[in-house]
């Protein structure tokens, strides 16, 4: 039987290192992922897509092009491209050459790589044309240019990054898609309590494990620990509660990370639901996408049944990155 073009998005081609990088799974991540995952079957499936290739994927920049203009460009060249059920503008993109970043439409802007699953937190959000965001851990850019396309180039986003090395990319690709809406920031989260405006809209894409994106650096499976899923936990709720303090009353405030512990995850969200239930609301995603059940208790942490609203993506839900979005509110 002939294998259909939905069918080709979930054949899964092993990393060029699988064995090498499955060789590196420590016993203690073995068995965390078999307990979350609940089976033998779902933890091999997490593994096996963890350790092949991701499927190209592009968004189309509408501040330069339309998504037919760029559809019919990259079609005459031989590509096949494939719809994002939850992005408009985002394609998987099947064809001899993967290296789409030579491509002169990439060079003009027409279009941004970026993974599928990364589209996600920005569609959540849903910025609106003249409003004014904070995008706090920008950098590279993907989230904050897909959103200064959402906003039609108008209101401001204030992009926000730690690191004079994290500030040069993201630069470059607001110059490259012509995202002229965007004023850069280089803080650590924490001293934005310094600024006086409050934002309509905030995005927290945080620092994390990474445990969703081994697939693109299989090297997270030699340096993952317990320690560090803590600390780093511990640095998400600051970002989360400062990020919640700069929102309006009314204003709408997504966390995401491409990392699959709860800890990092549910647990940070379970935190500020916690710590504000006045004032903090937490709101269900409707998304046409395959996804995995929130995590309400793991090992000796039990948290809200709230937490239900939250979207957590495993690598083989979609055969794309693990992801995890919330989407909270600020009602007082």
């Known amino acids: 039987?002939?294998?259909?073009?939905?069918?080709?998005?979930?054949?899964?081609?092993?990393?060029?290192?699988?064995?090498?990088?499955?060789?590196?799974?420590k016993a203690e991540f073995e068995q965390?992922?078999?307990?979350?995952?609940?089976?033998d079957e779902e933890y091999e499936s997490f593994l096996q897509h963890s350790l092949s290739y991701l499927n190209k994927s592009v968004r189309?920049?509408?501040?330069k092009a339309t998504v037919a203009d760029v559809k019919k460009?990259?079609?005459?060249?031989?590509?096949?491209?494939?719809?994002?059920?939850?992005c408009a503008e985002g394609f998987w993109v099947k064809g001899d050459r993967?290296?789409?970043?030579?491509?002169?439409?990439?060079?003009?802007g027409y279009f941004y790589i970026q993974e599928s699953a990364s589209m996600i937190p920005a569609v959540v959000l849903n910025p609106q044309p003249g409003e004014t965001v904070?995008?706090?851990?920008?950098?590279?850019?993907?989230?904050?240019?897909?959103?200064?396309?959402?906003?039609?180039?108008?209101?401001?986003?204030?992009?926000?990054?730690?690191?004079?090395?994290?500030?040069?990319?993201?630069?470059?690709?607001?110059?490259?898609?012509?995202?002229?809406?965007?004023v850069e920031s280089?803080?650590?989260?924490?001293?934005?309590?310094?600024?006086?405006?409050?934002?309509?809209?905030?995005?927290?894409?945080?620092?994390?494990?990474?445990?969703?994106?081994?697939?693109?650096?299989?090297?997270?499976?030699?340096?993952?620990?317990?320690?560090?899923?803590?600390?780093?936990s511990g640095q998400q709720k600051i970002l989360l509660e400062t990020a919640f303090s700069l929102l309006k009353s009314g204003g709408a405030l997504v966390y995401s990370t491409c990392s699959v512990e709860?800890?990092?995850n549910e647990g940070v969200i379970d935190y500020l639901l916690q710590k504000y239930p006045a004032a903090a609301k937490l709101e269900e995603i409707e998304m046409e996408i395959n996804r995995g059940s929130p995590v309400l208790a793991f090992e000796k942490s039990v948290y809200g049944t709230e937490v239900r609203k939250c979207l957590r993506i495993w690598p083989q839900d979609n055969n794309t990155e693990g992801f995890f979005v919330a989407k909270l509110t600020k009602t007082g």
């Not at 904070?134 to 180039?153: F, R, V």
């Open 186 to 232: 280089q803080a650590r989260g924490q001293q934005l309590m310094r600024l006086a405006t409050r934002f309509d809209r905030i995005l927290v894409d945080a620092p994390c494990s990474g445990t969703g994106t081994i697939r693109k650096s299989p090297e997270t499976l030699r340096i993952w620990n317990p320690l560090m899923v803590r600390r780093l």
């Open 73 to 86: 460009r990259l079609e005459e060249q031989g590509f096949t491209l494939y719809q994002v059920p939850w």
């Open 262 to 264: 709860p800890e990092e």
């Open 60 to 63: 189309v920049n509408t501040l």
């Open 32 to 39: 965390r992922y078999r307990q979350l995952l609940g089976s």
């Open 98 to 108: 993967t290296d789409f970043g030579n491509l002169v439409e990439h060079t003009l």
């Open 134 to 182: 904070l995008d706090m851990c920008a950098s590279p850019g993907s989230k904050t240019t897909q959103m200064a396309a959402m906003m039609q180039n108008t209101g401001i986003i204030i992009a926000n990054d730690v690191t004079g090395d994290r500030m040069k990319p993201l630069g470059i690709n607001l110059q490259r898609v012509g995202a002229f809406n965007v």
């Open 1 to 25: 039987m002939a294998t259909t073009e939905t069918e080709k998005l979930k054949q899964l081609t092993p990393l060029a290192d699988a064995e090498k990088a499955r060789a590196t799974v």
